[in-house]
C-alpha cells in the first residue's frame, strides 16, 4: 500500500483542519483573512504537485487509488479552481454573519473529495469521493441560514443529489454482483465474460445516471438552476467549475479505464444525450434574468458540448474535453467574481446590477465580457478553441458514423443561440445605464490579481493553446482508447 501518493490530498485536509483549529483562537475580527492563508497554502501545495512524477500510474489502496498523468491534471485543476473561490470567499465574509471559517474548511474538504475522485480506479472509491463531495455541497449551498433562496437551494440539492446517489450505489452493486468485482482494471480484464448479462449492463447504467447528475447533463439536469441561483457566490462557482470537472473525470474513468467495449456500444445514447443537453440549456437560458441562473443553464449547455468529446471515442476527443474544461476554469472563476463583488448590495443577482459596469470599474467590466465572449466561442478566447477541438474531433468520426454529423448541427445550433445570451450580458455592461445611485466600486489586490490570472488565462490559452493541449494529450493517454 503506497499511501504516500495520497500526500496532495493529505495535505489539504490537514489545511481544513488546521483553519478550524485557528478559529478557535483567533478574534472575530481577523477571521476573514483566514481565506487567503488557505489560498496561499493551497498556491504552495499546486506548485508542489509539479515535483510529483505520474508519467507512469502508480496504485495504493489494493489498486482503488490511482497516481496518473489524468489523476494529476484534475488535481491541479482542482488546486487552481480552489485558490480562486478561496478569494473569492473572502470577499463574500461579509454576507455570511458567522461561521466564516467553517466555509473556508467546508471548501478544502470539498476539495480533497475532488482530488481523490481524480485518482479513483475503484467503484468504492468513486462513491466515497463523490459522497464527500457532494455532503460538503450540501452545507455550502444552504450556508447563508437567514437567505431564504439558500435554504431552499440547500434543500433540493439534498433531495436530488440523495436520489442521484441511490441511483448510483444500487448500479454499482449490481455490477459487483454480476462481475464479484468493482476495481476498474479487474473489470477492464473481466469485459469479455461478462458483457452480455443484463444486470451488469442495468447496473452501469445506473452508475451513469449518477455521473449524469454531477455533470448537469439532460435528463439530470433538473437541479442546476436553482441550485445556482439560491447558493453564496462561492458556492456556486466551485459548483459550475470544480464539482463538474469531477463528474467529468470520473465519467472519463468509468467508460475508457473500466468499460469501454460497453462505451463503444453506447455511442448513439451518448450522442443523443449530448445534443439534448446542448439545445436545452442554450434554449433555456434566453429568457433568463437572473445572472447566476442563467450561468446555471449555461453549465447544462457546457456539460452537452463536454460529452461531444466523450462521444468521439479517441484521445483527440478526450483531450479536447481536459482542454476545455482549462479554459472553462478561468472564464467561470472571471464570471462568478464579478458576480461576487458587483453583486454586493444588489439582491436577486439581476443582469441589471451590471448595467453600465464599465463606469464603476473597467477592470470588472473587461473580466465579465471577456468571460461571456469565451463561453460565447468567439475567438481569439480560450472558448473558442476549445469548441473548435470538440467539434474537430467528432467530425473525424463522422466519415464512420453520418449520425455524428447531425450532433455536430445540434452544437453550432447551440453556439448561435448562445450568442443571443452571452452578448445580451455584454451590452448590459456596455450600453444599459447605470442607477445614479451606483458609485464606484472599490476593488481588494487579492481580487485584482485573481481576476488579472482569470483573464491571462482566457487570452494565453486562447492564443497559446499548444501546452494546455499537449498536457491533455499526454493525460488522456492514461486512457484506454
Request: proline share 4%; aromatic share 12%; with cysteine.
Amino acid at each position: 500500500m503506497n499511501a504516500t501518493l495520497t500526500i496532495l490530498e493529505a495535505a489539504v485536509v490537514m489545511l481544513g483542519l488546521v483553519i478550524l483549529l485557528l478559529d478557535l483562537w483567533m478574534p472575530a475580527a481577523q477571521r476573514r483573512n483566514l481565506g487567503y492563508a488557505a489560498a496561499a497554502v493551497v498556491g504552495i501545495i499546486f506548485a508542489g504537485s509539479f515535483l510529483i512524477d505520474a508519467s507512469q500510474a502508480q496504485y495504493a489502496f489494493g489498486q482503488m487509488y490511482v497516481m496518473d498523468s489524468l489523476a494529476l491534471f484534475f488535481k491541479r485543476f482542482f488546486l487552481l479552481a480552489a485558490m480562486a473561490v478561496l478569494v473569492m470567499s473572502v470577499e463574500f465574509a461579509d454576507r455570511i454573519p458567522t461561521g466564516i471559517s467553517e466555509y473556508y474548511a467546508l471548501i478544502l474538504f470539498a476539495l480533497s473529495g475532488m482530488m481523490f475522485a481524480a485518482s479513483a480506479n475503484d467503484f468504492i472509491l468513486v462513491f466515497v469521493a463523490l459522497e464527500l463531495i457532494t455532503i460538503t455541497f450540501y452545507i455550502l449551498t444552504s450556508f447563508q441560514r437567514s437567505r431564504l433562496p439558500s435554504l431552499e437551494a440547500g434543500v433540493k440539492y439534498l433531495i436530488l443529489g440523495a436520489l442521484s446517489s441511490a441511483f448510483m450505489v444500487y448500479g454499482i452493486a449490481l455490477v459487483f454482483g454480476a462481475a464479484k468485482t468493482t476495481n476498474f482494471n479487474e473489470l477492464a480484464g473481466a469485459i469479455r465474460t461478462i458483457v452480455g448479462q443484463p444486470v451488469y449492463l442495468l447496473g452501469l447504467l445506473l452508475v451513469l445516471v449518477g455521473l449524469g447528475f454531477k455533470i448537469a447533463a439532460f435528463p439530470f439536469q433538473i437541479w442546476a438552476p436553482d441550485v445556482y441561483q439560491g447558493s453564496p457566490a462561492p458556492t456556486t462557482a466551485f459548483l459550475a467549475v470544480g464539482s463538474k470537472a469531477a463528474g467529468i473525470v470520473l465519467l472519463l474513468r468509468v467508460l475508457f479505464s473500466a468499460v469501454p467495449e460497453v462505451t463503444a456500444n453506447w455511442t448513439k445514447l451518448l450522442m443523443i444525450v449530448s445534443g439534448v443537453t446542448i439545445l436545452y440549456g442554450n434554449l433555456c437560458a434566453i429568457p433568463q434574468r437572473n445572472l447566476k441562473r442563467l450561468l446555471g443553464y449555461s453549465s447544462i449547455a457546457h456539460a452537452g458540448y463536454m460529452l461531444l468529446g466523450v462521444t468521439a471515442m479517441s484521445i483527440a476527443g478526450s483531450s479536447a474535453i481536459l482542454y476545455y474544461l482549462g479554459g472553462y476554469l478561468f472564464t467561470v472563476l472571471a464570471a462568478f467574481t464579478v458576480i461576487c463583488v458587483v453583486m454586493r448590495e444588489v439582491e436577486g443577482d439581476d443582469i441589471s446590477g451590471v448595467a453600465g459596469l464599465y463606469q464603476r470599474s473597467p477592470l470588472l467590466a473587461v473580466a465579465m465580457t471577456l468571460a461571456m465572449v469565451s463561453l460565447a466561442g468567439i475567438p481569439p478566447l480560450a472558448g473558442f478553441f476549445g469548441k473548435f477541438l470538440l467539434l474537430k474531433a467528432v467530425i473525424e468520426k463522422g466519415a464512420v458514423q453520418p449520425m455524428y454529423y447531425w450532433l455536430i448541427g445540434a452544437a453550432l445550433v447551440g453556439v448561435v443561440i448562445s450568442f443571443y445570451y452571452y452578448l445580451g450580458v455584454v451590452r448590459a455592461i456596455f450600453w444599459s445605464k447605470a442607477a445614479e445611485s451606483q458609485t464606484v466600486i472599490p476593488l481588494s489586490r487579492p481580487v485584482r490579481f485573481s481576476l488579472y490570472a482569470c483573464i491571462a488565462g482566457m487570452l494565453y490559452l486562447g492564443i497559446f493553446p499548444n501546452t494546455l493541449v499537449n498536457a491533455a494529450i499526454q493525460a488522456s493517454k492514461a486512457l484506454r482508447l
